[in-house]
């Protein structure tokens, strides 16, 4: 069974093994895992105390050349090794990469189009081709690949690439069977108030319309267009679900449910 996983930054603490021990145990299961991490705090962290301020659109970082250097280093740096060496506690032969490595990911500045004008954001990119190469030798010889999202462009230079976007390019170009999106919420929310309202079953056309309600915001717009664009690609399911819900994963591989909501054609 192949999962692609993607954790959330909030979910990963270099002194909590919460994360790291429901991951090993899946591997050491036989499962063919591939986790891909975010950053988003500690990148928003990194900036705050260089006196710079985030700003999004739509979800997603708007990353200038200076903010690009320090997002590298956070995630395919620090969160990456941090996430390793957590792995390795468990017992697991981890190997951390980025996007950058091996030809990856390939990917292309991104421009958003927002109420008529186009919007420039900067070192931001999208995805345009994964290479699964390095994935497979890195399986083959008995490691678990652990993912930053940061990509290269055609001169490979770096770009900053949304890793749910990314984790659903690897579940696509690996035949994965699940996609799990872990986030800082339960789930996609009916009411997005109520954390209690989680929509558990999310039929792939009832998507553009929490989009055009205005229902789904923030974060959770690439995460809804990504799954959607997964699923139609042919990836058996995703599943967007709390980083509690880690603590489940386990349970859920031999059969069981997975708190969060579950996107299928």
């Known amino acids: 069974m192949k999962i692609v996983i993607k954790v ?31 950053g988003g705090p500690q990148i928003t962290s990194f900036m705050n105390r260089v006196g710079k301020e985030a700003h999004f659109e739509e979800g997603l970082r708007v990353t ?27 017992g697991v032969r981890a190997c951390g990469i980025s996007g950058r490595d091996g030809g990856l990911i390939h990917a292309q500045k991104l421009y958003m189009m927002k109420e008529g004008e186009n919007i420039d954001l900067g070192r931001v990119g999208s995805v345009t081709k994964v290479d699964p190469s390095l994935i497979e030798i890195l399986w083959d010889k008995g490691f678990l690949p652990v993912i930053s999202p940061v990509s290269a462009d ?15 390019g690897v579940a696509r ?17 009916a009411d997005p108030l109520n954390p209690e309202s989680i929509i558990k079953e999310l039929p792939l056309g009832d998507i553009q319309g929490l989009l055009r309600g205005g229902v789904a915001g923030g ?4 995460k809804l267009k990504t799954a959607k664009e997964a699923v139609e690609s042919g990836v058996g399911e995703v599943i967007i679900a ?24």
């Open 154 to 168: 055609n001169q490979g230079a770096s770009l900053n690439v949304n890793a749910d976007v990314v984790a659903a």
């Open 242 to 265: 709390g980083g509690n819900a880690l603590a489940e994963l386990e349970a859920y591989a031999q059969g069981g449910t997975l708190p969060g909501t579950r996107v299928t054609a």
């Open 64 to 90: 200038d050349r200076e903010d690009m250097d320090l997002t590298e280093m956070v995630l395919s740096g620090y969160l990456n090794k941090t996430l390793v060496g957590l792995l390795t506690r468990q």
């Open 219 to 222: 974060g959770m717009i690439p």
């Open 8 to 38: 959330s930054g909030k979910n990963i603490d270099p002194d909590d093994d919460r994360i790291s021990a429901p991951l090993a145990r899946l591997w050491k299961d036989g499962k063919k895992l591939v986790i891909v991490h975010g």
């Open 173 to 189: 170009v690996i035949s994965a069977e699940t996609l799990i999106l872990f986030t800082d919420v339960p789930g996609v929310l």
